[in-house]
C-alpha cells in the first residue's frame, strides 16, 4: 500500500488549552449562588405554604420580604382553600358634585370578557381587581366601611386607582369626561358558589355599596364640598 502523500496527510489537531483560572472560577461562584438562590427560594416557599410552625413563626419577616408580592400563593400545601364565592364589582362615577353621573361599569366583566377564549391569560385580568377587593378593602374595612388597620387608607386607594384607570376611558361618553370625575361609588355583589353535590341549588347574593367619595390628587374622602346630595 502506498504511503500517503504530503496533501493527504491530515493537519495536527491542536492541543485543547485549559480554561484560566479565574474562568473557572467564576463559573463556580456563579453555580454555586445559583443553587444557593434556587434551595433557598424552595424552602421558603415550603415554609409560606405549609401549616405555622415554629420555624416559619420565627422568621415570618424575611420570608414576608422574600414571598410577597411576587411569589404569593392563595393556598396551603396541605390544605388548598379555593375561593367559595363569585365577586361582581361595578362602579360609576361623578363629576361638579353629582351634577353628571355615569351608569354603572361592571369592573368584573371587562375581566371575563378579557378571559374569555383567550388560552394565556394575564394574571392582571385574573386576579388584580378581586385581591383588591377581597385581600386589600374587605380586609381592611369594616361592614360600615371604616378603616380597621393601618392599611386601610392605602388598600382604598388602590381599589379606586384600579377602577379609575378601567373607566377613564368609558366614561366620557356618559357625560363625564376622565378629567372632570371628581367622585366614585362602589357597588359590590357577592354570591356563595352553590356545593358540589348540588350545583345549581339557588343562591341569595348580598350587595355591598361603598358610598361616594371625593377624588382629588392626593386624598380620597366622604362627601361633597358643597353639600350636593349624593344620588
Not at 64 to 71: A, I, L, N, R
Not at 138 to 155: L, P, W
Not at 165 to 186: C, H, M, N, Q, Y
Amino acid at each position: 500500500m502506498a504511503a500517503p502523500t504530503e496533501e493527504e496527510v491530515p493537519p495536527p489537531t491542536p492541543l485543547h488549552r485549559p480554561r484560566p483560572w479565574w474562568s473557572r472560577l467564576v463559573l463556580a461562584v456563579s453555580t454555586l449562588a445559583i443553587a444557593a438562590t434556587a434551595l433557598y427560594h424552595l424552602t421558603i416557599t415550603f415554609l409560606t405554604n405549609s401549616p405555622s410552625n415554629t420555624v416559619s413563626t420565627k422568621f415570618a419577616e424575611p420570608i414576608g420580604k422574600w414571598v410577597y408580592p411576587w411569589f404569593e400563593q392563595n393556598w396551603r400545601l396541605f390544605a388548598p382553600n379555593p375561593m367559595s364565592q363569585n365577586f361582581t364589582i361595578e362602579t360609576r362615577v361623578a363629576s361638579d358634585c353629582y351634577k353628571n353621573v355615569t351608569p354603572w361599569y361592571n369592573l368584573s366583566q371587562m375581566d371575563y370578557a378579557t378571559i374569555l377564549h383567550n388560552p394565556f391569560p394575564g394574571h392582571t385580568e385574573q386576579n388584580e381587581l378581586r385581591r383588591a377587593w377581597t385581600d386589600g378593602y374587605s380586609a381592611t374595612h369594616d361592614q360600615s366601611d371604616v378603616g380597621t388597620t393601618g392599611r386601610a387608607e392605602m388598600m382604598r386607594e388602590y381599589l379606586v386607582g384600579i377602577a379609575l384607570e378601567r373607566v377613564r376611558p368609558l366614561s366620557g361618553k356618559d357625560g363625564v369626561p376622565s378629567g372632570a370625575i371628581t367622585s366614585i361609588e362602589f357597588r359590590v355583589t357577592t354570591t356563595d358558589i352553590p356545593p358540589a353535590d348540588d350545583p345549581h341549588q339557588a343562591q341569595q347574593p348580598s350587595v355591598h355599596v361603598i358610598p361616594w367619595r371625593q377624588i382629588s390628587p392626593d386624598t380620597v374622602s366622604y362627601g361633597c364640598p358643597n353639600g350636593s346630595v349624593a344620588p
